[in-house]
T-cell receptor, first 113, second 113 residues
Framework: ETGVTQSPTHLIKTRGQQVTLRCSSQ?????VSWYQQALGQGPQFIFQ???????GRGNFPPRFSGLQFPNYSSELNVNALELDDSALYLC????????????FGPGTRLTVL | DAKTTQPPSMDCAEGRAANLPCNHSTISGNEYVYWYRQIHSQGPQYIIH???NNETNEMASLIITEDRKSSTLILPHATLRDTAVYYC??????????????FGKGTHLIIQP
């Protein structure tokens, strides 16, 4: 157990809808990263938030957006859902330091129909 | 970040040492080698990292060749609970860690009873 929690565990949406996923970081961690993991693939970096600001972004379109709150919890929002957005969404918390080890939550399984 | 090459799958007998190879021939001088693993239906878990010296912790040992173009993760006494996908990642230690982790497809290690 890493202390990183995500909600909900599973979610089913239809194409075109919007979704919000939530993540609570491990105590003392002020950085949250989000990843998308399609079936059979490794996780792909979406973006990272540090002190409530987006701090880096992978190759994902603007319809993927996020927020980080003063308590360092975070949300991932996806607009205009597409079938290919079906995946496991992982968040990871960390504290910037010498090697920035990331602690992952269990993920949210999103299915888009 | 440099790319890595790993075998897609490996078997190992329970109680034996599991040796997982990784090639990273384009690694640069300031890039570290990280290993994470992902047990089915869980988020990735940090195992170990190193720059050029061999490293050992309570989970595993990391052997990096002198030219740093390849490495081996060693689980000294594999158990059934070590069955997982193992990811080898190379990255720099950027100050804010804003670039996320770049996962490939990893090696699916299956521990046989």
């Amino acid at each position: 157990e890493t202390g990183v929690t995500q909600s909900p565990t599973h979610l089913i949406k239809t194409r075109g809808q919007q979704v919000t996923l939530r993540c609570s970081s491990q105590s003392g961690h002020n950085t949250v990263s989000w990843y998308q993991q399609a079936l059979g693939q490794g996780p792909q970096f979406i973006f990272q938030y540090y002190r409530e600001e987006e701090n880096g972004r992978g190759n994902f379109p603007p319809r993927f957006s996020g927020l980080q709150f003063p308590n360092y919890s975070s949300e991932l929002n996806v607009n205009a859902l597409e079938l290919d957005d079906s995946a496991l969404y992982l968040c990871a918390s960390s504290f910037p330091g010498a090697y920035n080890e990331q602690f992952f939550g269990p993920g949210t399984r999103l299915t888009v129909l | 970040d440099a790319k890595t090459t790993q075998p897609p799958s490996m078997d190992c007998a329970e109680g034996r040492a599991a040796n997982l190879p990784c090639n990273h021939s384009t690694i640069s001088g300031n890039e570290y080698v990280y290993w994470y693993r992902q047990i089915h239906s869980q988020g990735p878990q940090y195992i170990i990292h190193g720059l050029k010296n061999n490293e050992t912790n309570e989970m595993a040992s990391l052997i990096i060749t002198e030219d740093r173009k390849s490495s081996t993760l060693i689980l000294p006494h594999a158990t059934l609970r070590d069955t997982a996908v193992y990811y080898c990642i190379v990255r720099t230690h950027s100050g804010g860690g804003a670039d996320g982790l770049t996962f490939g497809k990893g090696t699916h290690l299956i521990i046989q009873p």
